[in-house]
Protein backbone atom coordinates (compact mmCIF):
# COMPACT_ATOMS: atom_id res chain seq x y z
CA UNK A 1 0.00 0.00 0.00
CA UNK A 2 0.57 3.63 -0.36
CA UNK A 3 0.50 6.25 2.48
CA UNK A 4 -0.31 10.04 1.22
CA UNK A 5 0.16 12.84 3.45
CA UNK A 6 -1.96 15.60 2.03
CA UNK A 7 -1.77 19.27 3.15
CA UNK A 8 -4.21 21.25 4.50
CA UNK A 9 -7.09 19.36 4.74
CA UNK A 10 -9.23 22.31 4.91
CA UNK A 11 -8.81 25.99 4.62
CA UNK A 12 -11.63 28.70 3.60
CA UNK A 13 -9.94 31.24 1.52
CA UNK A 14 -11.07 34.72 -0.07
CA UNK A 15 -12.02 35.21 -3.69
CA UNK A 16 -8.54 36.16 -5.68
CA UNK A 17 -6.36 34.65 -3.51
CA UNK A 18 -4.30 31.70 -4.12
CA UNK A 19 -3.70 28.02 -1.98
CA UNK A 20 -1.00 25.69 -2.55
CA UNK A 21 -1.89 21.96 -1.60
CA UNK A 22 0.75 19.41 -0.79
CA UNK A 23 0.82 16.44 -1.12
CA UNK A 24 3.67 13.42 0.32
CA UNK A 25 4.05 9.88 -0.45
CA UNK A 26 5.81 7.51 1.44
CA UNK A 27 7.49 5.59 -1.69
CA UNK A 28 8.82 6.77 -4.78
CA UNK A 29 6.33 7.01 -7.51
CA UNK A 30 6.49 7.88 -11.17
CA UNK A 31 2.68 9.55 -11.54
CA UNK A 32 1.01 11.55 -8.84
CA UNK A 33 -2.77 12.53 -9.98
CA UNK A 34 -4.73 15.73 -8.79
CA UNK A 35 -8.54 15.17 -8.60
CA UNK A 36 -11.03 17.49 -8.12
CA UNK A 37 -14.33 16.08 -6.40
CA UNK A 38 -17.15 19.41 -6.26
CA UNK A 39 -19.99 18.91 -4.72
CA UNK A 40 -22.35 16.08 -5.79
CA UNK A 41 -20.14 15.59 -8.38
CA UNK A 42 -17.83 12.74 -9.53
CA UNK A 43 -14.22 13.20 -9.22
CA UNK A 44 -12.57 15.01 -12.01
CA UNK A 45 -8.91 14.39 -13.24
CA UNK A 46 -7.19 17.86 -13.30
CA UNK A 47 -3.54 16.72 -14.11
CA UNK A 48 -0.83 14.19 -13.86
CA UNK A 49 2.43 15.32 -12.19
CA UNK A 50 5.43 13.82 -13.23
CA UNK A 51 8.55 13.88 -12.12
CA UNK A 52 11.20 15.90 -14.02
CA UNK A 53 8.89 17.66 -16.70
CA UNK A 54 5.40 19.39 -17.07
CA UNK A 55 2.60 18.47 -15.93
CA UNK A 56 -0.19 17.05 -18.32
CA UNK A 57 -3.58 18.50 -17.64
CA UNK A 58 -6.62 17.57 -18.92
CA UNK A 59 -9.43 18.97 -20.81
CA UNK A 60 -10.39 22.22 -19.03
CA UNK A 61 -7.89 22.96 -16.79
CA UNK A 62 -5.18 24.87 -17.25
CA UNK A 63 -1.55 25.69 -15.44
CA UNK A 64 -1.96 29.25 -15.19
CA UNK A 65 -5.28 28.42 -13.06
CA UNK A 66 -3.42 25.11 -11.50
CA UNK A 67 0.45 25.25 -11.44
CA UNK A 68 1.60 22.21 -10.28
CA UNK A 69 4.99 20.98 -9.13
CA UNK A 70 7.21 17.75 -8.72
CA UNK A 71 10.46 18.05 -7.64
CA UNK A 72 11.19 14.40 -6.57
CA UNK A 73 9.52 10.98 -6.71
CA UNK A 74 7.76 11.13 -3.50
CA UNK A 75 6.22 15.19 -3.42
CA UNK A 76 3.79 17.47 -5.37
CA UNK A 77 1.95 20.27 -4.95
CA UNK A 78 -0.72 21.84 -6.46
CA UNK A 79 -1.61 25.69 -6.62
CA UNK A 80 -4.76 26.72 -6.69
CA UNK A 81 -4.59 30.59 -8.05
CA UNK A 82 -6.89 33.45 -8.10
CA UNK A 83 -9.72 31.13 -6.69
CA UNK A 84 -13.06 32.26 -7.17
CA UNK A 85 -16.46 30.16 -5.44
CA UNK A 86 -16.90 27.99 -8.19
CA UNK A 87 -13.16 26.45 -7.17
CA UNK A 88 -14.89 24.93 -3.45
CA UNK A 89 -14.00 21.66 -3.65
CA UNK A 90 -11.99 18.88 -2.48
CA UNK A 91 -9.09 18.14 -3.85
CA UNK A 92 -7.23 14.94 -4.01
CA UNK A 93 -3.97 13.86 -4.70
CA UNK A 94 -3.41 10.19 -5.58
CA UNK A 95 -0.37 7.45 -6.65
CA UNK A 96 -1.22 3.87 -8.16
CA UNK A 97 -1.03 0.56 -6.09
CA UNK A 98 2.40 -0.37 -6.43
CA UNK A 99 3.87 -3.87 -7.56
CA UNK A 100 3.78 -6.19 -10.19
CA UNK A 101 0.30 -7.13 -11.40
CA UNK A 102 -1.40 -3.52 -9.97
CA UNK A 103 -3.68 -2.58 -12.54
CA UNK A 104 -4.06 0.82 -14.03
CA UNK A 105 -7.19 2.24 -12.13
CA UNK A 106 -5.91 0.70 -8.90
CA UNK A 107 -5.24 4.03 -6.81
CA UNK A 108 -4.74 5.41 -3.97
CA UNK A 109 -6.25 8.81 -2.56
CA UNK A 110 -4.83 11.21 -0.08
CA UNK A 111 -7.32 12.39 2.71
CA UNK A 112 -8.22 15.13 0.67
CA UNK A 113 -7.87 19.34 1.06
CA UNK A 114 -11.70 20.54 1.21
CA UNK A 115 -11.32 24.07 0.19
CA UNK A 116 -14.22 26.57 0.64
CA UNK A 117 -14.07 30.05 -1.69
CA UNK A 118 -15.72 33.40 -0.18
CA UNK B 1 -24.91 9.80 -22.70
CA UNK B 2 -22.54 9.68 -19.96
CA UNK B 3 -19.36 7.45 -19.61
CA UNK B 4 -20.17 6.21 -16.55
CA UNK B 5 -23.81 6.24 -15.28
CA UNK B 6 -24.72 4.85 -11.75
CA UNK B 7 -28.12 5.66 -9.78
CA UNK B 8 -27.07 8.02 -6.73
CA UNK B 9 -29.56 6.35 -4.54
CA UNK B 10 -29.77 6.59 -1.35
CA UNK B 11 -30.49 2.79 -1.02
CA UNK B 12 -32.26 2.59 2.21
CA UNK B 13 -31.71 -1.31 3.58
CA UNK B 14 -31.68 -2.98 6.90
CA UNK B 15 -28.91 -4.83 8.31
CA UNK B 16 -28.78 -8.06 7.06
CA UNK B 17 -30.15 -7.47 3.50
CA UNK B 18 -28.82 -8.26 0.45
CA UNK B 19 -28.15 -5.19 -1.78
CA UNK B 20 -27.25 -4.54 -5.38
CA UNK B 21 -26.12 -1.62 -7.56
CA UNK B 22 -25.52 -1.77 -11.37
CA UNK B 23 -23.44 0.88 -12.95
CA UNK B 24 -22.97 1.40 -17.16
CA UNK B 25 -20.86 2.46 -19.28
CA UNK B 26 -20.52 3.73 -22.79
CA UNK B 27 -17.26 3.00 -24.24
CA UNK B 28 -17.52 -0.54 -25.18
CA UNK B 29 -13.68 -0.66 -25.54
CA UNK B 30 -13.33 -0.26 -21.82
CA UNK B 31 -10.57 -2.62 -19.87
CA UNK B 32 -10.81 -2.59 -16.87
CA UNK B 33 -13.30 -1.82 -14.07
CA UNK B 34 -13.44 -1.17 -10.12
CA UNK B 35 -15.31 0.05 -7.20
CA UNK B 36 -14.74 2.09 -5.11
CA UNK B 37 -15.63 3.57 -1.49
CA UNK B 38 -16.50 6.42 -0.62
CA UNK B 39 -17.31 7.78 3.47
CA UNK B 40 -18.65 10.74 4.34
CA UNK B 41 -16.11 13.33 3.76
CA UNK B 42 -13.15 10.79 3.84
CA UNK B 43 -10.91 10.11 0.57
CA UNK B 44 -12.30 6.97 -1.81
CA UNK B 45 -10.63 3.82 -1.36
CA UNK B 46 -10.44 0.68 -3.55
CA UNK B 47 -13.17 -1.69 -2.49
CA UNK B 48 -12.35 -4.40 -5.48
CA UNK B 49 -11.14 -4.39 -9.14
CA UNK B 50 -13.87 -6.31 -11.05
CA UNK B 51 -12.80 -8.65 -13.50
CA UNK B 52 -14.42 -10.60 -16.44
CA UNK B 53 -15.19 -13.87 -14.64
CA UNK B 54 -16.26 -12.12 -11.74
CA UNK B 55 -14.58 -12.24 -8.53
CA UNK B 56 -15.95 -12.49 -4.86
CA UNK B 57 -14.22 -10.74 -1.37
CA UNK B 58 -16.13 -12.04 1.66
CA UNK B 59 -19.63 -10.55 1.18
CA UNK B 60 -18.82 -8.63 -1.97
CA UNK B 61 -19.48 -9.70 -5.13
CA UNK B 62 -18.75 -7.71 -8.57
CA UNK B 63 -19.63 -8.90 -12.37
CA UNK B 64 -18.62 -8.07 -15.32
CA UNK B 65 -21.18 -8.11 -18.55
CA UNK B 66 -19.59 -6.66 -21.11
CA UNK B 67 -22.51 -7.71 -23.73
CA UNK B 68 -24.72 -5.29 -21.70
CA UNK B 69 -21.64 -2.53 -21.00
CA UNK B 70 -22.71 -2.78 -17.31
CA UNK B 71 -20.95 -3.88 -14.03
CA UNK B 72 -22.80 -4.86 -10.69
CA UNK B 73 -21.75 -4.78 -6.77
CA UNK B 74 -23.73 -7.40 -4.98
CA UNK B 75 -23.43 -7.03 -0.94
CA UNK B 76 -24.78 -9.67 1.03
CA UNK B 77 -25.74 -9.54 5.13
CA UNK B 78 -25.10 -5.72 4.97
CA UNK B 79 -23.53 -4.41 8.12
CA UNK B 80 -23.99 -0.74 9.53
CA UNK B 81 -20.50 -0.08 8.41
CA UNK B 82 -21.38 -0.56 5.02
CA UNK B 83 -23.10 2.64 4.98
CA UNK B 84 -21.01 4.77 2.37
CA UNK B 85 -20.84 5.97 -1.18
CA UNK B 86 -20.08 3.13 -3.79
CA UNK B 87 -18.28 4.85 -6.26
CA UNK B 88 -18.23 2.84 -10.16
CA UNK B 89 -14.71 3.43 -12.10
CA UNK B 90 -14.06 2.59 -15.69
CA UNK B 91 -10.25 2.50 -17.49
CA UNK B 92 -11.15 2.85 -21.20
CA UNK B 93 -7.87 1.88 -22.04
CA UNK B 94 -5.66 2.83 -24.91
CA UNK B 95 -3.73 5.30 -22.80
CA UNK B 96 -7.13 7.29 -21.59
CA UNK B 97 -8.11 8.45 -18.18
CA UNK B 98 -9.91 6.76 -15.39
CA UNK B 99 -13.41 7.52 -15.71
CA UNK B 100 -15.63 8.10 -12.44
CA UNK B 101 -19.05 7.57 -11.84
CA UNK B 102 -20.91 9.86 -9.43
CA UNK B 103 -21.44 7.09 -6.92
CA UNK B 104 -24.44 5.42 -5.10
CA UNK B 105 -25.03 5.84 -1.56
CA UNK B 106 -26.18 2.98 0.67
CA UNK B 107 -27.56 3.77 4.42
CA UNK B 108 -27.79 0.49 6.38
CA UNK B 109 -29.67 1.07 9.22
CA UNK B 110 -30.48 -0.94 12.41
Known amino acids: SAVISQKPSRDICQRGTSLTIQCQVDSQVTMMFWYRQQPGQSLTLIAT?????????ESGFVIDKFPISRPNLTFSTLTVSNMSPEDSSIYLC???????????????FGEGSRLTVL | RKEVEQDPGPFNVPEGATVAFNCTYS??????FFWYRQDCRKEPKLLMSVYSSGNEDGRFTAQLNRASQYISLLIRDSKLSDSATYLC???????????FGTGTRLLVSP
Open chain 1, 49 to 57: ANQGSEATY
Open chain 1, 94 to 108: SVERPGQGARNGELF
Open chain 2, 27 to 32: NSASQS
Open chain 2, 89 to 99: VVNPGSFQKLV
